[in-house]
């Protein structure tokens, strides 16, 4: 079993819609965690970033992380052609600079 | 915000060459660098760990001999991937945290190709 697991989609809706994206881990351990957007051929970009259990929002962005169910979600409202992209999620360990661990990522397309 | 400097973008390069990757962080001291490699359609494998001043740590199953990592400085790391064969063709891409709070800056990536 991988220590973090996200629904590799594709992922196609029309614009205007509400993404819903999730990722699963086993490491209770996990104590920051991370959205990051890669469009293709360029370095991932971060999103939204946070360490505790709840919702954090940004923009048309909202991060929700359940520690005690071991599930974080990003939600991506209204939409747009622009958000198509594969997006990753990441999680680390508390500490100076410990690596990431990575989902497979979701590949996301928004349709006009 | 932090930003992370990668060069070159892209490189073609001939079977048996050299060639060198570097990573700046422009505006905060990237104590430790990550390398990773990623191959179309799939997720980030992290290579290695530099850390300013110190050797390189090495993920299980990365020869070192081959890609050789270099932290000299604290806004400087170099991948230099030496006697590049095909198989070495991918998309390379470094990664920094500027503080320990916050998520880790990226690269824009480097997509080698050998020919």
């Known amino acids: ?112 | 915000g932090a930003v992370v400097s990668q060069h070159p973008s892209r490189v073609i390069c001939k079977s048996g060459t050299s060639v060198k990757i570097e990573c700046r962080s422009l505006d905060f001291q990237a104590t430790t660098m990550f390398w990773y490699r990623q191959f179309p359609k799939q997720s980030l494998m992290l290579m290695a760990t530099s850390n300013e001043g110190s050797k390189a740590t090495y993920e299980q199953g990365v020869e070192k001999d081959k890609f050789l990592i270099n932290h000299a400085s604290l806004t400087l790391s170099t991948l230099t991937v030496t006697s590049a064969h095909p198989e070495d063709s991918s998309f390379y891409i470094c990664s920094a945290p500027p503080r320990q709070a916050y998520g880790y800056t990226f690269g824009s990536g480097t997509r080698l190709t050998v020919v």
């Open chain 1, 1 to 112: 079993q991988k220590e973090v697991e996200q629904d590799p989609g594709p992922l196609s809706v029309p614009e205007g819609a509400i993404v819903s994206l999730n990722c699963t881990y086993s490491n209770s351990a996990f104590q920051y965690f991370m959205w990051y957007r890669q469009y293709s051929r360029k370095g991932p970009e971060l999103l939204m970033y946070t360490y505790s259990s709840g919702n954090k929002e940004d923009g048309r962005f909202t991060a929700q992380v359940d520690k005690s169910s071991k599930y974080i979600s990003l939600f991506i409202r209204d939409s747009q052609p622009s958000d198509s992209a594969t997006y990753l999620c990441a999680m680390r360990l508390a500490g100076t600079a410990s690596k990431l661990t990575f989902g497979t990522g979701t590949r996301l397309q928004v349709m006009l």
